[in-house]
């Protein structure tokens, strides 16, 4: 079976999780400390807080900037519920903004839109961009545009993209918004099982979710206080040791990734120009976590995924529309998200792995030609 991904997690990494195991400092410590200074170097942002998950981090984020109930926020309809998730928690209104359909992100135009369409009470208070999938949103534009807006980048999918990048390692997604968060969960490249990283140039952002993190607590030279309610979202020292062994190899497994992403769109261009599908937009500082294509909407993704799996190959669904998920149906009334609406009922998301052959892109590419080739279509499914 080709899974959809899986972890590169190699024997020197089970060799450093062994060791934290067997010293008994299990909670944060060195590692965590040595974690956030590697990732806090890499992306070149100032301070950064370990977190136990991305949407912990998003989380942590919407409350060290104060938005709660009678605050909005504008988030991307196609994206994992997470990130509405998290505004919604914190007791604010998430206003779904559509995306492009080759980026699959939120653009200003998008954003104009939902805007000049919202005709709630609240104010917008945030912009929570998502780098989908890895694909780089120009931070800097969306700032320049609405600098009344703070901008959380939700970066879960996004460690080592690039944003105006020629080459790997410059302007790195993550460095401009007022915080940036990233998940380590195992569907991402980097992963520590469970966990995520909050950065930012403001210490003062950083210093407070790091109170909120660790139960409120603030430390100084007369011991500990708890100077406000907080949680327990701390990522743990053998989590840390994990991570801190894969980062390095990070760049080089971007790379290989992009080079299977150019077998996909070379490969795929007859089922393009036989209009049975679209592509993903290509970016230089793209970091391809995933990489989803567009079915027509004659042909029913369900079928295609269940008949890739009869070749030995694992496939999904791209994201959510967050419009059509249950607790979120009330907040689309009204509102006009075409584009989001038929990439999360048509997105299909292929196996991507740095750890992957050409030979194995190559022989999924084949297994769907076949299968679209067999005109699996929704007026098949309606038909038995």
Same mark, same amino acid.
């Given at each position: &079976?080709?899974?959809?991904?899986?972890?590169?997690?190699?024997?020197?990494?089970?060799?450093?999780?062994?060791?934290?195991?067997?010293?008994?400092?299990?909670?944060?410590?060195?590692?965590?400390?040595?974690?956030?200074? $590697?990732?806090?170097?890499?992306?070149?942002?100032?301070?950064?807080?370990?977190?136990?998950?991305?949407?912990?981090?998003?989380?942590?984020?919407?409350?060290?900037?104060?938005?709660?109930?009678?605050?909005?926020?504008?988030?991307?309809?196609?994206?994992?519920?997470?990130?509405?998730?998290?505004?919604?928690?914190?007791?604010?209104?998430?206003?779904?903004?559509?995306?492009?359909?080759?980026?699959?992100? &939120?653009?200003?135009?998008?954003?104009?839109? $939902?805007?000049?369409?919202?005709?709630?009470?609240?104010?917008?208070?945030?912009?929570?961009?998502?780098?989908?999938?890895?694909?780089?949103?120009?931070?800097?534009?969306?700032?320049?545009?609405?600098?009344?807006?703070?901008?959380?980048?939700?970066?879960?999918?996004?460690?080592?993209?690039?944003?105006?990048?020629?080459?790997?390692?410059?302007?790195?997604?993550?460095?401009?918004?007022?915080?940036?968060?990233?998940?380590?969960?195992? +569907?991402?490249?980097?992963?520590?099982?469970?966990?995520?990283?909050?950065?930012?140039?403001?210490?003062?952002?950083?210093?407070?979710?790091?109170?909120?993190?660790?139960?409120?607590?603030?430390?100084?030279?007369?011991?500990?206080?708890?100077?406000?309610?907080?949680?327990?979202? +701390?990522?743990?020292?053998?989590? $840390?040791?994990?991570?801190?062994?894969?980062?390095?190899?990070?760049?080089?497994?971007?790379?290989?990734?992009?080079?299977?992403?150019?077998?996909?769109?070379?490969?795929?261009?007859?089922?393009?120009?036989?209009?049975?599908?679209?592509?993903?937009?290509?970016?230089?500082?793209?970091?391809?976590?995933?990489?989803?294509?567009?079915?027509?909407?004659?042909?029913?993704?369900?079928?295609?995924?269940?008949?890739?799996?009869?070749?030995?190959?694992?496939?999904?669904?791209?994201?959510?529309?967050?419009?059509?998920?249950?607790?979120?149906?009330?907040?689309?009334?009204?509102?006009?998200?075409?584009?989001?609406?038929?990439?999360?009922?048509?997105?299909?998301?292929?196996?991507?792995?740095?750890?992957?052959?050409?030979?194995?892109?190559?022989?999924?590419? +084949?297994?769907?030609?076949?299968?679209?080739?067999?005109?699996?279509?929704? $007026?098949?499914?309606?038909?038995?």
């Amino acid at each position: &079976m080709i899974k959809i991904s899986k972890p590169n997690i190699q024997p020197e990494d089970i060799n450093r999780v062994i060791e934290v195991l067997q010293s008994g400092n299990l909670v944060h410590g060195l590692n965590c400390d040595r974690f956030e200074k $590697a990732l806090s170097e890499y992306l070149g942002v100032p301070y950064a807080s370990l977190v136990s998950s991305g949407t912990a981090a998003l989380y942590l984020s919407l409350l060290a900037l104060d938005i709660g109930s009678g605050d909005a926020v504008l988030v991307p309809n196609f994206t994992f519920p997470a990130t509405v998730n998290t505004v919604r928690l914190v007791g604010a209104e998430p206003i779904l903004v559509d995306v492009c359909s080759d980026t699959y992100t &939120m653009s200003a135009a998008n954003i104009e839109a $939902a805007l000049e369409s919202y005709i709630g009470s609240a104010q917008v208070k945030a912009i929570m961009p998502v780098h989908e999938f890895g694909y780089p949103i120009d931070i800097a534009d969306l700032k320049s545009r609405y600098p009344q807006f703070h901008i959380i980048e939700d970066a879960a999918c996004a460690l080592g993209a690039s944003t105006n990048a020629t080459k790997l390692g410059a302007h790195k997604v993550g460095t401009q918004g007022d915080l940036a968060c990233f998940s380590f969960h195992p +569907r991402k490249m980097l992963t520590t099982g469970e966990g995520g990283l909050v950065v930012s140039s403001n210490l003062d952002l950083i210093q407070r979710i790091k109170r909120l993190k660790s139960h409120g607590i603030e430390r100084h030279s007369q011991g500990i206080d708890f100077v406000e309610a907080g949680h327990n979202f +701390r990522m743990t020292d053998f989590q $840390a040791a994990l991570g801190l062994g894969q980062l390095p190899k990070l760049d080089q497994w971007i790379t290989k990734r992009r080079t299977l992403v150019e077998i996909y769109q070379k490969e795929l261009q007859p089922l393009v120009i036989q209009k049975h599908l679209s592509l993903p937009k290509y970016h230089v500082g793209h970091s391809w976590q995933s990489f989803m294509i567009v079915l027509a909407p004659s042909f029913n993704r369900n079928q295609v995924i269940q008949e890739l799996r009869k070749h030995e190959i694992e496939s999904n669904i791209g994201a959510q529309c967050i419009s059509t998920i249950t607790h979120m149906q009330d907040y689309a009334i009204g509102t006009d998200l075409p584009i989001s609406s038929h990439i999360g009922q048509q997105g299909l998301a292929l196996p991507m792995c740095e750890q992957y052959s050409h030979e194995e892109v190559k022989l999924v590419v +084949r297994s769907l030609s076949k299968i679209l080739g067999s005109k699996i279509s929704n $007026a098949d499914i309606n038909q038995e």
